[in-house]
């Protein structure tokens, strides 16, 4: 039987039982039970039950580790993945993320082993894409999700300022524009009446948030109402100029991008060109490209002229990319 043949089917069965292990969850069975538990001991008047409610509840919360332990080991700091995560708004976790990676690890490498290509040089690209892709999708959702949020964050002020002249609380314009806004504002504000509800200060579940978003428009209104509890005012009037200030900001972030999105457009196609000619040369035949990755002994640090010329290439490549990425790069 081919060797091919035999390492495509260990990579796909491996891939496959990883997939398993990370999205198959509890049995209906299990899950219905324990919600049966958990609503007894909740509505239960001995204090026993209330306090193996209470443990059951956090035992629930917290993340097991058992999911993928071997992979999500690998990830060097965890915190800040599970974070980038949650940002995205997508119940996703750890061990789905890694088995992502390794999925395209494997199926990439096996393709390209098919191919023809050497096996070192298709585990390095298959590690290269299973490192930047699922990184560079991740990075995707979050700026989507973050410009939603930004489009309509004016107007879940502009409530806010509706309903404190109304005379409304503002702990309860907060629900009202968790119930009336759609999308990611909904989903932060509910948050922050959730946090506020279960006894954190205002203060502190708005901050939560703002770390969250890391976005200076949230930020902005934080500091708003931080500033109006300690000193008094207007909140109602500070919240509409503030709306109206992010309206602005808005308008003038359209305005730089589309005076450089020629430039943006340009730097794209002279910056992926080379590459998408070379890997398409070598998918169309590969034996053309052999010297490029064929070592010189007699070179410099081993490597071929051809070798040395593409490094240097990709050197100035890069430097030019950073200069016109800094050129269309403007702070507001």
Aim: hydrophobic share 50%.
């Amino acid at each position: 039987m081919d060797g091919n043949f035999i390492l495509i089917t260990v990579l796909v069965a491996t891939m496959l039982g990883m997939a398993i292990i990370a999205f198959a969850g509890p049995s209906p069975e299990k899950a219905r039970k324990r919600r049966v538990a958990m609503i007894r001991g909740r509505h239960s008047d001995s204090a026993e039950a209330l306090l193996e409610a209470r443990m059951r509840k956090a035992i629930s919360n917290r993340s097991t580790g058992a999911e993928a332990k071997m992979l999500v080991s690998l990830i060097p700091n965890p915190e800040n993945l599970t974070k980038r995560i949650r940002m995205t708004g997508k119940k996703w976790t750890l061990s789905q993320y890694m088995t992502a990676s390794a999925g395209i690890f494997l199926v990439l490498s096996a393709f390209l082993m098919v191919r023809g290509f050497p096996f070192l040089m298709a585990v390095m690209v298959g590690m290269a894409a299973a490192l930047f892709l699922p990184h560079w999708w991740v990075s995707r959702l979050i700026k989507q999700r973050i410009n939603r949020f930004n489009a309509k964050f004016p107007d879940a002020l502009e409530l806010l300022t509706r309903g404190l002249r109304s005379g409304l609380p503002i702990a309860e314009t907060l629900g009202i524009v968790s119930s009336e806004i759609p999308g990611p504002v909904g989903e932060e504000f509910k948050l922050i009446t959730e946090r506020i509800k279960i006894g954190k200060t205002m203060e502190q579940a708005l901050q939560e948030t703002a770390d969250r978003l890391g976005t200076p428009e949230f930020q902005f209104f934080v500091i708003t109402l931080a500033i109006q509890r300690e000193t008094g005012g207007n909140l109602a009037e500070t919240l509409s100029n503030l709306a109206t200030v992010l309206r602005q900001r808005a308008q003038m972030k359209l305005k730089i991008r589309a005076m450089s999105s020629e430039s943006k457009a340009s730097a794209y196609i002279i910056g992926c060109l080379p590459f998408l000619v070379f890997f398409m040369i070598c998918y169309i035949n590969f034996n053309y490209m052999s010297p490029f990755f064929t070592p010189d002994p007699a070179g410099i640090f081993g490597l071929s002229l051809m070798q040395v010329i593409g490094i240097g290439g990709m050197c100035w490549m890069a430097i030019g990319a950073f200069i016109m990425a800094q050129m269309v790069n403007f702070e507001i």
